[in-house]
């Protein structure tokens, strides 16, 4: 695997943190609920890690934090609609397209020069 497809799985998994922590967060009962503020602050430190190390291997910084925050949000939205939290209309859906499409857009338009 060469480093720019290695960066952009730190990017996949920071994406990944990023979800498990935004759905801690709203579990959480307002950072009384001790568990989930754990999962919380640990989520939210191994995404910022491996978003950190995806930028600092390459991957421009705009590109990259849209990319991570697009996984974030898209996945999150899922998540909570799975688990019963949030409700799905055919807006959301479009809107949810949109956000995939610009995640897919901004992956095979970046460039792998470092941005620093």
Do not use: C, H
């Not at 799985?9 to 920071?14: D, M, R, T």
């Not at 995806?54 to 910084?61: E, K, R, T, W």
């Amino acid at each position: 695997m060469n480093d720019k497809n290695v960066n952009w799985l730190y990017i996949f998994i920071a994406g990944i943190f990023e979800v498990v922590w935004a759905v801690a967060m709203g579990q959480s009962d307002a950072f009384t609920n001790i568990l989930y503020d754990a999962i919380i602050v640990i989520g939210l430190a191994i995404s910022m890690v491996l978003l950190s190390k995806a930028i600092d291997g390459g991957l421009p910084v705009g590109v990259a934090y849209a990319v991570w925050t697009g996984i974030g949000a898209v996945g999150t939205m899922v998540i909570s609609v799975l688990i019963g939290v949030e409700t799905i209309t055919i807006l959301r859906i479009l809107f949810i397209v949109m956000i995939i499409a610009g995640i897919v857009g901004l992956q095979i338009s970046s460039k792998t020069e470092k941005s620093k």
